[in-house]
Protein backbone atom coordinates (compact mmCIF):
# COMPACT_ATOMS: atom_id res chain seq x y z
CA UNK A 1 0.00 0.00 0.00
CA UNK A 2 1.60 3.68 -0.93
CA UNK A 3 1.79 5.86 2.06
CA UNK A 4 0.05 9.06 1.32
CA UNK A 5 0.36 12.62 2.99
CA UNK A 6 -1.86 15.69 1.61
CA UNK A 7 -1.34 17.50 -1.42
CA UNK A 8 -2.37 20.70 -2.56
CA UNK A 9 -6.12 20.62 -3.74
CA UNK A 10 -7.25 17.38 -4.94
CA UNK A 11 -3.56 16.12 -5.64
CA UNK A 12 -1.97 13.85 -3.27
CA UNK A 13 1.49 13.26 -2.27
CA UNK A 14 2.50 9.64 -2.63
CA UNK A 15 5.18 7.65 -1.75
CA UNK A 16 5.38 3.87 -3.57
CA UNK A 17 8.17 1.54 -2.78
CA UNK A 18 10.68 0.22 -5.16
CA UNK A 19 12.71 -2.11 -4.15
CA UNK A 20 14.99 -0.71 -1.32
CA UNK A 21 13.54 3.00 -1.62
CA UNK A 22 10.49 4.96 -2.55
CA UNK A 23 9.41 6.21 -5.90
CA UNK A 24 7.72 9.91 -5.32
CA UNK A 25 4.48 10.30 -7.24
CA UNK A 26 1.05 12.24 -6.99
CA UNK A 27 -2.18 10.93 -6.74
CA UNK A 28 -5.21 12.57 -8.50
CA UNK A 29 -8.17 11.00 -7.19
CA UNK A 30 -11.35 10.98 -9.58
CA UNK A 31 -13.15 13.98 -9.26
CA UNK A 32 -16.28 12.18 -10.53
CA UNK A 33 -17.82 8.86 -10.75
CA UNK A 34 -19.35 7.82 -14.14
CA UNK A 35 -17.11 4.94 -14.79
CA UNK A 36 -17.07 4.15 -11.02
CA UNK A 37 -19.02 0.44 -10.95
CA UNK A 38 -19.08 -2.17 -7.91
CA UNK A 39 -15.58 -3.07 -8.47
CA UNK A 40 -13.92 0.44 -8.24
CA UNK A 41 -12.86 3.11 -9.76
CA UNK A 42 -10.12 3.19 -13.08
CA UNK A 43 -6.48 4.54 -13.22
CA UNK A 44 -4.22 5.68 -15.60
CA UNK A 45 -0.15 5.47 -14.73
CA UNK A 46 1.84 8.22 -15.57
CA UNK A 47 5.75 9.26 -16.21
CA UNK A 48 7.53 11.37 -18.00
CA UNK A 49 9.46 10.82 -21.06
CA UNK A 50 14.18 10.91 -21.08
CA UNK A 51 15.69 11.95 -18.23
CA UNK A 52 11.95 14.56 -17.18
CA UNK A 53 10.41 14.65 -14.05
CA UNK A 54 6.82 14.81 -13.24
CA UNK A 55 6.30 18.35 -12.51
CA UNK A 56 7.17 19.30 -16.09
CA UNK A 57 4.14 19.84 -17.17
CA UNK A 58 2.27 16.65 -16.13
CA UNK A 59 -0.20 17.87 -13.93
CA UNK A 60 -2.22 18.97 -16.18
CA UNK A 61 -2.50 15.54 -17.93
CA UNK A 62 -3.36 14.07 -14.15
CA UNK A 63 -6.21 17.06 -13.24
CA UNK A 64 -7.91 16.07 -16.82
CA UNK A 65 -7.76 12.55 -16.39
CA UNK A 66 -9.06 12.90 -12.79
CA UNK A 67 -12.33 15.55 -13.87
CA UNK A 68 -13.37 12.63 -16.37
CA UNK A 69 -13.74 9.98 -13.68
CA UNK A 70 -10.34 8.55 -13.66
CA UNK A 71 -7.44 8.57 -11.04
CA UNK A 72 -3.81 9.13 -11.98
CA UNK A 73 -1.02 8.39 -10.75
CA UNK A 74 1.96 10.67 -11.47
CA UNK A 75 5.41 9.13 -10.65
CA UNK A 76 9.52 10.01 -10.91
CA UNK A 77 11.49 7.42 -12.03
CA UNK A 78 14.33 6.25 -9.73
CA UNK A 79 16.94 8.64 -9.16
CA UNK A 80 15.06 11.37 -10.35
CA UNK A 81 13.02 14.63 -8.64
CA UNK A 82 12.53 13.77 -5.50
CA UNK A 83 12.36 9.88 -5.72
CA UNK A 84 14.88 7.82 -3.96
CA UNK A 85 17.91 5.42 -5.59
CA UNK A 86 20.50 5.41 -7.64
CA UNK A 87 22.24 6.58 -9.38
CA UNK A 88 21.40 10.17 -9.92
CA UNK A 89 19.78 11.18 -13.30
CA UNK A 90 20.85 7.92 -15.04
CA UNK A 91 18.16 6.45 -17.73
CA UNK A 92 17.98 2.74 -17.08
CA UNK A 93 15.28 0.82 -19.65
CA UNK A 94 15.61 -2.45 -16.83
CA UNK A 95 15.36 0.34 -13.79
CA UNK A 96 12.37 2.45 -15.07
CA UNK A 97 10.77 -0.70 -16.44
CA UNK A 98 11.07 -1.90 -12.97
CA UNK A 99 9.63 1.68 -11.77
CA UNK A 100 6.18 1.30 -14.30
CA UNK A 101 5.94 -2.27 -12.71
CA UNK A 102 6.08 -0.67 -8.68
CA UNK A 103 3.70 1.72 -9.79
CA UNK A 104 1.42 -0.22 -11.64
CA UNK A 105 1.02 -2.22 -8.36
CA UNK A 106 0.80 0.47 -6.12
CA UNK A 107 -1.93 1.87 -7.70
CA UNK A 108 -3.91 -1.21 -7.95
CA UNK A 109 -3.39 -1.13 -4.10
CA UNK A 110 -5.02 2.34 -3.61
CA UNK A 111 -8.32 2.01 -2.04
CA UNK A 112 -11.42 1.86 -4.44
CA UNK A 113 -9.35 1.00 -7.52
CA UNK A 114 -10.14 -1.56 -9.95
CA UNK A 115 -7.60 -3.48 -10.60
CA UNK A 116 -8.29 -5.06 -13.99
CA UNK A 117 -9.15 -1.07 -15.10
CA UNK A 118 -6.00 0.43 -15.26
CA UNK A 119 -3.90 2.44 -18.53
CA UNK A 120 -0.67 3.25 -18.92
CA UNK A 121 0.41 6.80 -19.91
CA UNK A 122 3.81 7.52 -21.75
CA UNK A 123 5.77 10.19 -23.84
CA UNK A 124 8.78 10.28 -25.93
CA UNK A 125 11.18 7.75 -24.14
CA UNK A 126 8.68 6.25 -21.55
CA UNK A 127 6.11 5.71 -25.32
CA UNK A 128 8.10 3.01 -25.24
CA UNK A 129 7.98 1.83 -21.39
CA UNK A 130 4.52 1.66 -21.44
CA UNK A 131 4.32 -0.32 -24.53
CA UNK A 132 6.58 -3.31 -22.96
CA UNK A 133 5.12 -3.04 -19.44
CA UNK A 134 1.82 -3.40 -20.41
CA UNK A 135 2.70 -6.41 -22.43
CA UNK A 136 4.61 -7.49 -19.69
CA UNK A 137 1.39 -6.99 -17.04
CA UNK A 138 -0.99 -8.85 -19.33
CA UNK A 139 -3.92 -7.22 -17.86
CA UNK A 140 -3.70 -2.83 -18.75
CA UNK A 141 -6.53 -1.55 -19.88
CA UNK A 142 -5.60 0.77 -22.17
CA UNK A 143 -2.08 2.39 -23.24
CA UNK A 144 -1.58 6.17 -24.44
CA UNK A 145 1.95 6.49 -26.29
CA UNK A 146 2.88 10.13 -27.18
CA UNK A 147 6.00 10.91 -29.86
CA UNK A 148 7.09 7.37 -28.70
CA UNK A 149 10.55 6.03 -28.96
CA UNK A 150 9.35 2.53 -29.83
CA UNK A 151 12.51 1.47 -31.72
CA UNK A 152 15.85 2.35 -30.08
CA UNK A 153 17.54 0.78 -32.89
CA UNK A 154 15.87 3.13 -35.45
CA UNK A 155 16.09 6.30 -33.19
CA UNK A 156 20.08 5.82 -33.40
CA UNK A 157 20.28 5.48 -36.73
CA UNK A 158 18.32 8.90 -37.23
CA UNK A 159 20.38 10.60 -34.69
CA UNK A 160 23.22 9.28 -36.16
CA UNK A 161 22.58 10.08 -39.54
CA UNK A 162 21.55 14.25 -38.29
CA UNK A 163 25.06 13.82 -35.71
CA UNK A 164 28.33 15.90 -36.53
CA UNK A 165 31.03 13.53 -36.84
CA UNK A 166 32.66 15.45 -33.71
CA UNK A 167 29.61 15.80 -31.38
CA UNK A 168 29.54 11.93 -32.16
CA UNK A 169 32.64 11.68 -31.09
CA UNK A 170 31.99 13.72 -27.81
CA UNK A 171 29.25 11.99 -26.76
CA UNK A 172 31.19 8.28 -27.11
CA UNK A 173 34.08 9.41 -24.74
CA UNK A 174 31.30 10.70 -22.76
CA UNK A 175 29.53 6.95 -22.55
CA UNK A 176 32.89 5.71 -22.05
CA UNK A 177 34.09 7.58 -19.23
CA UNK A 178 30.64 7.47 -17.21
CA UNK A 179 30.84 3.44 -18.21
CA UNK A 180 34.37 3.50 -16.23
CA UNK A 181 32.68 5.59 -13.12
CA UNK A 182 30.22 2.61 -13.05
CA UNK A 183 32.95 -0.03 -12.91
CA UNK A 184 34.57 1.65 -10.27
CA UNK A 185 31.24 2.23 -8.35
CA UNK A 186 31.43 5.58 -8.72
CA UNK A 187 28.79 8.92 -9.03
CA UNK A 188 27.48 9.12 -12.78
CA UNK A 189 29.46 11.62 -14.77
CA UNK A 190 26.64 14.06 -16.05
CA UNK A 191 26.50 15.89 -19.29
CA UNK A 192 23.60 17.99 -20.28
CA UNK A 193 20.59 16.16 -20.98
CA UNK A 194 18.72 18.69 -23.77
CA UNK A 195 19.81 21.25 -25.56
CA UNK A 196 20.43 23.54 -28.61
CA UNK A 197 22.14 22.35 -31.37
CA UNK A 198 24.70 24.51 -30.70
CA UNK A 199 25.53 22.84 -27.22
CA UNK A 200 26.93 19.92 -26.34
CA UNK A 201 23.81 17.45 -24.83
CA UNK A 202 23.00 13.81 -25.20
CA UNK A 203 20.19 15.40 -27.13
CA UNK A 204 20.00 18.61 -29.01
CA UNK A 205 17.08 20.56 -31.06
CA UNK A 206 16.42 24.13 -31.90
CA UNK A 207 13.14 23.03 -32.38
CA UNK A 208 12.21 21.37 -29.29
CA UNK A 209 14.41 23.74 -26.67
CA UNK A 210 11.82 26.67 -26.40
CA UNK A 211 9.18 23.89 -25.20
CA UNK A 212 11.89 22.45 -23.27
CA UNK A 213 12.29 25.30 -21.43
CA UNK A 214 8.40 26.38 -21.16
CA UNK A 215 7.60 23.27 -19.30
CA UNK A 216 10.42 22.41 -16.97
CA UNK A 217 9.50 22.14 -13.07
CA UNK A 218 11.87 23.08 -10.23
CA UNK A 219 12.81 19.21 -9.66
CA UNK A 220 13.92 18.57 -13.05
CA UNK A 221 18.19 19.28 -13.66
CA UNK A 222 18.77 19.36 -16.79
CA UNK A 223 21.60 16.65 -17.00
CA UNK A 224 22.07 12.42 -17.35
CA UNK A 225 25.02 10.16 -17.14
CA UNK A 226 25.17 7.74 -20.38
CA UNK A 227 26.75 4.50 -18.33
CA UNK A 228 23.57 2.88 -20.02
CA UNK A 229 23.59 4.37 -23.54
CA UNK A 230 25.30 1.74 -24.65
CA UNK A 231 22.67 -0.83 -24.17
CA UNK A 232 20.18 1.33 -25.59
CA UNK A 233 19.91 0.07 -28.90
CA UNK A 234 18.94 -3.31 -27.55
CA UNK A 235 15.52 -2.22 -25.89
CA UNK A 236 12.85 -2.40 -28.89
CA UNK A 237 9.12 -1.68 -27.73
CA UNK A 238 7.95 -2.96 -31.47
CA UNK A 239 8.96 -6.22 -30.06
CA UNK A 240 6.51 -6.49 -27.78
CA UNK A 241 3.53 -4.81 -29.83
CA UNK A 242 2.21 -8.58 -30.16
CA UNK A 243 1.67 -9.55 -26.55
CA UNK A 244 -0.18 -6.09 -26.22
CA UNK A 245 -3.34 -7.03 -23.97
CA UNK A 246 -5.54 -3.92 -24.88
CA UNK A 247 -5.86 -0.62 -27.08
CA UNK A 248 -3.24 1.46 -28.21
CA UNK A 249 -3.30 4.85 -28.86
CA UNK A 250 -0.77 6.36 -30.98
CA UNK A 251 0.54 9.93 -31.06
CA UNK A 252 3.29 11.02 -34.07
CA UNK A 253 4.58 14.16 -34.84
CA UNK A 254 6.05 14.34 -38.35
CA UNK A 255 8.51 16.99 -37.98
CA UNK A 256 10.04 15.13 -34.63
CA UNK A 257 13.97 15.35 -35.07
CA UNK A 258 14.44 13.52 -31.80
CA UNK A 259 12.42 10.58 -32.13
CA UNK A 260 11.66 9.01 -35.95
CA UNK A 261 8.05 9.16 -36.32
CA UNK A 262 7.91 5.85 -38.90
CA UNK A 263 7.95 3.24 -36.04
CA UNK A 264 4.82 4.81 -35.28
CA UNK A 265 2.96 4.80 -37.86
CA UNK A 266 4.19 1.19 -38.99
CA UNK A 267 3.20 0.04 -35.58
CA UNK A 268 -0.06 1.33 -35.68
CA UNK A 269 -0.83 -0.71 -38.87
CA UNK A 270 0.42 -3.60 -38.14
CA UNK A 271 -1.99 -3.28 -34.47
CA UNK A 272 -4.83 -2.67 -36.80
CA UNK A 273 -7.88 -2.02 -34.98
CA UNK A 274 -6.25 -2.48 -31.56
CA UNK A 275 -4.37 1.09 -32.58
CA UNK A 276 -5.89 4.61 -32.59
CA UNK A 277 -3.40 6.61 -34.76
CA UNK A 278 -3.30 10.81 -34.13
CA UNK A 279 -0.77 12.47 -36.49
CA UNK A 280 0.33 16.02 -36.40
CA UNK A 281 3.08 18.90 -38.46
CA UNK A 282 4.83 19.38 -35.25
CA UNK A 283 8.25 18.61 -33.69
CA UNK A 284 8.92 16.45 -31.08
CA UNK A 285 8.23 19.21 -27.92
CA UNK A 286 5.77 21.10 -30.03
CA UNK A 287 3.12 18.59 -28.46
CA UNK A 288 3.62 19.88 -25.28
CA UNK A 289 1.93 23.63 -26.43
CA UNK A 290 -0.83 24.83 -28.24
CA UNK A 291 -2.13 24.10 -30.31
CA UNK A 292 -1.51 20.58 -30.06
CA UNK A 293 -1.66 19.76 -26.85
CA UNK A 294 -5.20 20.90 -26.51
CA UNK A 295 -5.86 18.58 -29.21
CA UNK A 296 -3.89 15.08 -27.85
CA UNK A 297 -5.48 16.05 -24.21
CA UNK A 298 -8.78 16.19 -25.85
CA UNK A 299 -8.39 12.95 -27.43
CA UNK A 300 -6.35 11.52 -25.13
CA UNK A 301 -9.67 12.16 -22.38
CA UNK A 302 -12.12 10.38 -24.76
CA UNK A 303 -9.94 7.33 -25.51
CA UNK A 304 -9.46 6.29 -22.02
CA UNK A 305 -12.51 7.17 -21.58
CA UNK A 306 -13.92 5.16 -24.07
CA UNK A 307 -11.58 1.74 -23.51
CA UNK A 308 -11.88 1.72 -19.80
CA UNK A 309 -15.78 2.28 -20.22
CA UNK A 310 -16.14 -1.03 -22.62
CA UNK A 311 -13.80 -2.63 -19.82
CA UNK A 312 -17.05 -2.47 -17.65
CA UNK A 313 -19.06 -4.38 -20.16
CA UNK A 314 -16.23 -6.81 -20.62
CA UNK A 315 -16.31 -7.14 -17.30
CA UNK A 316 -19.94 -7.64 -16.78
CA UNK A 317 -20.36 -10.46 -18.98
CA UNK A 318 -17.08 -12.71 -17.72
Given at each position: M???SSGAGD????EIPCGGHTLSAWHFPAATDPL??????????LAHGYGLTRD?????YGARFAAAG???VIFDYSGFGASGGGPREVVSVRAQLFDYQAAIAATRALP???????ALWGTSYSGGLVIAAAALDGRIAAVVSQVPNLDNRATLRFLLRNTPPRRTAWLVSCIARDLGR???RRDPYHVQAVGRSDEQAAYVSDLSWPFVEAIAGPTWRNRVGLRDFATVPLFRAVTYLDRLPCRVQFFGCERDDLTPVQ???DAADRLGDKAELHRYPAGHFEIYGEPYFSRALDAQEEFLVCELAASISSERTR
Open positions: PHARLDITTDRGRPAVVCGLDAIDAGIDPDRVAVLPTL
